[in-house]
C-alpha cells in the first residue's frame, strides 16, 4: 500500500491551526485545494477558526469551470471571489485595495510541475503583491506529480519570459510550488513567505507514491496521467495540431486532420526515448482546434513513467509533424504575448522552432540552452525542501 503524503494544508490545520485561527484570511485555491477526505481547503479553514474574507481564483477559477486563456470575471456574495487571470497582463495579479483587512493570504494550489502551468505563477505574483502590503502569505504544499528526481528542458532565455514561465527555470523542474515560492521569496527578499511543508514526500516520489486522491486543478488536467505527458505535450500548444482538448484524454491525444497517422506513431517511437508506445487512431475533438472534424494522430500510451521522457517524445513528435504539408506555428496572441510565437515563449528559445524547420536530429533539439541547463543544475541542490529519498 502507498505511503500517504501529507499536504502542507493537512499539517497547517492539523499542527499549526495557531497560524490562521482568528485571524481574516483570503484564500487563494482551486478545485484540488483538497485534504486526502476531500474537504475543500475553504471549508477545513473555517473549521479551525480562520475567519476566510476572500476567495481567489488563478487562471480558470476558483472553481476549475473555465477553460484555458479564457477570462474569469470576479464573483459577489457574502465572501467575495477575485480573478487573478483576465484579458490584460494586469489582471495576473490582485488589485492592492482586494488585500485590505487581511492578516494573512493563504495558497493553496496543486501544480503539475512544469514550468508552462500557470499556477505557480499566480502564486509568485500573489506573494509580491502581499509583500508590497505587508500581508502574510501561507503556502501550503503538495506534491509535485512527477517527482522531483528529473528535470528536463532548458531554462529559457530572460527576454523570453512570460506568464507560461515569469522566472528562469527548466520546462519540467522537478520542483514542488512550495520550493518555487521558496527559491523566489530568498531571491528576491521576500520576508512575508512561509512555506508549510509536506510530511513524508520524497523527490523520487511520484503522485502513485502518495496515495493522495487525484482533484483535476485545471479542466483539462483530468488524471495524474495528463500530467506525466503534460511537459511535452503543452508544446502542441505552439502549433495548429490539436492537443486533444475537447477529448476525454488531452495532452496523450493529439494531431490534426492533415497528419499521416501510422507516420507519427513510428517517428515518436523511433527518437522519442523509452516508456511510451505512439498508437496511431483517428479522433473528433468537440471543441477548440479542428472542433468537430476527424483528425488523424497518436494516443501517447506511457509504459514506463520513470523511464518516459516527454520534453524529448513530444520534440520527436514535431519533427515529424513538422513534415507534413497543412503544418504551421502559432503566431496569434499566446498568454498575453502577441509579438512573439507561442512555441518560442514555451521552449523558452527560439533556437528550438528554426531548429524543428531546418530538420534538427532530437539530440541536437535537446541540446539547446545547455548552458542555461548545467548553470541551472549548479544551484539546484539549494532549491530543495526535501530529500532524494
Not at 505557480?120 to 509580491?128: G, K, Q, Y
Not at 521569496?185 to 521576500?190: I, K, N, T, V
Not at 497528419?259 to 475533438?285: C, I
Amino acid at each position: 500500500m502507498s505511503v500517504r503524503v501529507r499536504t502542507g494544508l493537512e499539517r497547517l490545520v492539523a499542527d499549526e491551526a495557531a497560524r490562521v485561527a482568528g485571524r481574516a484570511v483570503g484564500l487563494l485555491a482551486h478545485p484540488a485545494s483538497v485534504t486526502h477526505r476531500l474537504g475543500h481547503a475553504r471549508d477545513v479553514l473555517t473549521g479551525v477558526g480562520a475567519r476566510v474574507r476572500a476567495l481567489f481564483g488563478p487562471e480558470h477559477g476558483v472553481g476549475g469551470e473555465a477553460q484555458d486563456m479564457e477570462g474569469v470575471a470576479d464573483g459577489g456574495g457574502p465572501v467575495r471571489t477575485y480573478s487573478l487571470y483576465g484579458a490584460e497582463y494586469s489582471s495576473l495579479s490582485p488589485q492592492p485595495e482586494w488585500l485590505d483587512g487581511l492578516d494573512a493570504v493563504v495558497i493553496d494550489l496543486q501544480d503539475v510541475g512544469s514550468r508552462y502551468y500557470t499556477f505557480v505563477w499566480t502564486a509568485l505574483l500573489m506573494a509580491r503583491a502581499c509583500a508590497a502590503r505587508g500581508v502574510e502569505v501561507l503556502v501550503c504544499d503538495r506534491p509535485n506529480p512527477l517527482g522531483g528526481a528529473v528535470i528536463e528542458g532548458a531554462p529559457q532565455r530572460p527576454e523570453l519570459r512570460s506568464f507560461v514561465g515569469l522566472e528562469a527555470c527548466p520546462v519540467r523542474h522537478g520542483l514542488t510550488l512550495g520550493e518555487v515560492l521558496a527559491w523566489r521569496a530568498r531571491e528576491e527578499s521576500l520576508p512575508n513567505v512561509t512555506v508549510i511543508p509536506l510530511d513524508g514526500w520524497t523527490r523520487a516520489m511520484r503522485w502513485e507514491d502518495t496515495g493522495l486522491p487525484w482533484v483535476l486543478p485545471s479542466p483539462n488536467m483530468p488524471t495524474a496521467d495528463t500530467a506525466t505527458v503534460y511537459p511535452g505535450g503543452c508544446l502542441l500548444e505552439g502549433t495548429n495540431l490539436s492537443e486533444g482538448r475537447g477529448t476525454t484524454r488531452p495532452f496523450e491525444v493529439f494531431g490534426a486532420p492533415w497528419v499521416d497517422a501510422a507516420a507519427l506513431a513510428a517517428g515518436m517511437e523511433a527518437e522519442g526515448g523509452g516508456g511510451m508506445s505512439a498508437r496511431a487512431m483517428s479522433f473528433r475533438p468537440m471543441f477548440q482546434k479542428h472542433a468537430g472534424v476527424t483528425c488523424q494522430g497518436v494516443q501517447v500510451h506511457v509504459t514506463d513513467p520513470r523511464a518516459f521522457a516527454p520534453y524529448r517524445a513530444y520534440l520527436a513528435a514535431l519533427r515529424v509533424c513538422r513534415r507534413f504539408e497543412g503544418f504551421r506555428w502559432r503566431t496569434e496572441k499566446y498568454e498575453f504575448v502577441e509579438e512573439v510565437p507561442a512555441m518560442d515563449l514555451l521552449t523558452g528559445d527560439g533556437a528550438v522552432r528554426a531548429g524543428l524547420d531546418a530538420g534538427a536530429t532530437v539530440q541536437e533539439l535537446f541540446a539547446i540552452g545547455s548552458d542555461r541547463m548545467d548553470s541551472w543544475r549548479e544551484g539546484e541542490r539549494g532549491r530543495w525542501l526535501y530529500p532524494a529519498t
